[in-house]
C-alpha cells in the first residue's frame, strides 16, 4: 500500500512528466527544431550572412537582422536592388534560415538558374519580449509582449531603406516565412501593403491562438479593391502536416474567392526532426519555389521576361 502522501508525490510528477513529454512532442514534431540532418551549407556561393543590429523605438531596445546582400552589390554602386524579409517560426532568430536552412546556398542556386533577380534579404529577428522558446511561437503581431508587427512591417523598413540601396516601390519588396513566420508574414504585410505587395507562407497556418485579431483569414477579407489587386502570395504545405495543410488549403480557397493572384502547392513531408522531406530539410528544399514565385513577381514589375 502506497501512502497517501507519496502517492500525491507520485501523481505530481506524473503529470509534470506528461506535460514535459507533450511539450517535447510539439517542440520536436510540430515545431521542427532541432533537425538531425540539416541542409548542408555550400562554400563558395560568393554570398556573405552577416548578423546587423538597429536600435527599435518600436520594442525599446536593439534588435537585430540577418543580412545577405546580392552579387555584385558592392561593384554597382548605382544600382538599386528588390527586398526579400524572411521571417522564423518557433525557436528561431535572425540566423535561423542560415544556420538551420542554408539560405545562402538557395539563393545561390535560384541566383544561377536566373529565377530571381538579385535581392537584399533580411532575417528579422521575431521574437518578441519573451524571447524565444520551444514552449511558444513568436508574436507577430504588437501586443502585450512587444510590437512586433511595427517592429517588422513598418520600422525595420525604413531601417533597410536608409542603409541599402533598395528599390522603395512595394512591388519589389516581399515577405515570408516558415511555420508560424508564415503566418507572421501574413499577419504583418497584409496590414503593411504599401510596404510589402508579396507574401509567402512555407507550412503555416492563418488564425493565431490570439483570435480574429491576427488572422489573416478576417484580415484578407478587408482590403480595398486595389490593395486585392496588387497582393500576390505563395502557399505551400507538407501533406505529413494535416493541421498546417488544411489551414493552408483553405486559405488559398479564400484568396481565390477575392480574386487574389496566388499560387498553392502541396509537397510531401511537413514538420519533422529527420528525413529529406521534413523540417529545414523542408524549408529548404521549398524555399527554392518561393523565391521562384517571388521572383516571377520582381521580373514582371521590372519587365523583364
Known amino acids: ?25 510539439y517542440y520536436v514534431f510540430v515545431a521542427g527544431a532541432p533537425q538531425l540532418d540539416p541542409p548542408q551549407i555550400e562554400a563558395d556561393t560568393g554570398l556573405t550572412f552577416e548578423i546587423k543590429t538597429y536600435k527599435s523605438a518600436a520594442m525599446g531596445s536593439d534588435r537585430t537582422y540577418g543580412l545577405i546582400l546580392p552579387p555584385g552589390y558592392a561593384k554597382n554602386p548605382s544600382k538599386h536592388y528588390p527586398v526579400i524579409f524572411l521571417l522564423h517560426g518557433g525557436h528561431g532568430d535572425a540566423s535561423a534560415y542560415q544556420d538551420k536552412a542554408a539560405v545562402t546556398s538557395v539563393l545561390h542556386n535560384v ?51 536608409s542603409r541599402y540601396r533598395t528599390l522603395n516601390s512595394p512591388q519589389f519588396w516581399a515577405m ?12 504583418i504585410g ?56 488544411t489551414s493552408s488549403e483553405q486559405f488559398h480557397q479564400l484568396l481565390n474567392s477575392l480574386k487574389i493572384a496566388n499560387e498553392f502547392h502541396k509537397f510531401p513531408g511537413g514538420h519533422g526532426i529527420v528525413g529529406a522531406d521534413v523540417g529545414w530539410n523542408y524549408w529548404h528544399k521549398h524555399l527554392a519555389d518561393s523565391l521562384t514565385y517571388v521572383g516571377k513577381q520582381f521580373k514582371m514589375a521590372l519587365g523583364e521576361k
Open 190 to 245: 497584409l496590414r503593411y501593403l504599401d510596404n510589402f505587395n508579396i507574401l509567402f507562407s512555407h507550412s503555416g497556418y492563418f488564425i493565431d491562438a490570439s483570435g480574429r485579431a491576427n488572422s489573416p483569414q478576417y484580415t484578407v477579407k478587408q482590403l480595398s479593391e486595389k490593395d486585392l489587386q496588387r497582393l500576390r502570395a505563395y502557399i505551400d504545405a507538407g501533406v505529413e502536416d494535416e493541421k498546417f495543410l
Open 1 to 25: 500500500m502506497i501512502p497517501k502522501n507519496m502517492r500525491k508525490i507520485l501523481g505530481i510528477s506524473t503529470g509534470i512528466i506528461m506535460f514535459l513529454a507533450a511539450g517535447g512532442y
Open 111 to 161: 541566383y544561377k538558374s536566373n529565377k530571381l533577380p538579385p535581392s537584399i534579404i533580411i532575417t528579422p529577428d521575431g521574437n518578441d519580449k519573451r524571447g524565444t522558446s520551444p514552449l511558444w511561437d513568436p508574436q507577430y503581431y504588437d501586443g502585450p509582449n512587444g510590437k512586433i508587427g511595427t517592429a517588422i512591417g513598418s520600422e525595420l523598413v525604413k531601417v533597410i531603406k
Open 176 to 187: 515570408g516565412g516558415q511555420s508560424s513566420g508564415g503566418w507572421g508574414a501574413f499577419n
